[in-house]
């Protein structure tokens, strides 16, 4: 586990933006965090990291965006989701196994049914008004060897 502390959005950002530049085409990446924590802020920036050049809202009512960076980038908001089966009927399974990265925002909620292998992204809100902190867990190889890269 390594943990990441920010002072401002625009930190967040520049975090954000290199791990954007470490991803590749099947990685899966999901953020945890209370409204407002910064999920959409740091999704944003990791698209900008993958080529997004589309401005990325969270798709908190169509419950996924998509989007064309150096892969395809398919953006997850499951705060508003009632029925885990919401997920399968909108072709969540084929989303995380085709070419592209995909990047989930409140996650935790569909715990049961994310792949055992990804990244965790936590992030709390500190002290000061614009103080994050923000806790990655690598799930696999393949996130051991993103979080090495990112630390370096
Ligand atoms: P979430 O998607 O988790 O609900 P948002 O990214 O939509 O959160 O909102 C986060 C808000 O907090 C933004 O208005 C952002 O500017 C602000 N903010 C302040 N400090 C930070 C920081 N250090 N990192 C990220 N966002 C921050
Ligand atoms: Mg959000």
């Known amino acids: 586990m390594v943990k990441i502390k920010t002072n401002s959005p625009e ?9 954007g530049k470490l991803l ?16 959409t802020t740091l999704t944003q ?10 401005y990325v809202t969270s798709p908190t009512f169509t419950l ?11 953006h997850f908001d499951v705060y508003r989701i ?9 072709g969540f399974e ?16 569909i715990e049961d ?5 990804r ?10 008004i614009d103080d994050r902190e923000i806790i990655i867990e690598a799930k696999g190889n393949r996130y051991e060897e993103i979080v090495k890269e990112l630390i370096k």
């Open 64 to 74: 996924i965006n998509e989007y064309e960076g150096r892969y395809p980038v398919y």
């Open 11 to 19: 930190e967040t950002y520049s975090f954000g933006y290199r791990l």
């Open 24 to 39: 590749k085409s099947g990685d899966i990446l999901c953020l945890n965090g209370d409204l407002g924590a910064g999920k």
């Open 94 to 109: 084929e989303y995380i196994y085709s070419e592209g990265v995909t990047i989930i925002e409140w996650a935790s909620i």
């Open 82 to 90: 009632d029925d885990i089966d919401e997920m399968y009927n909108l």
């Open 119 to 128: 990244l965790d992204i936590t992030i709390k809100r500190g002290k000061e």
């Open 45 to 54: 920036s990791i698209a900008r990291g993958l080529g997004v050049e589309d």
């Open 113 to 117: 049914i994310l792949p055992l292998e």
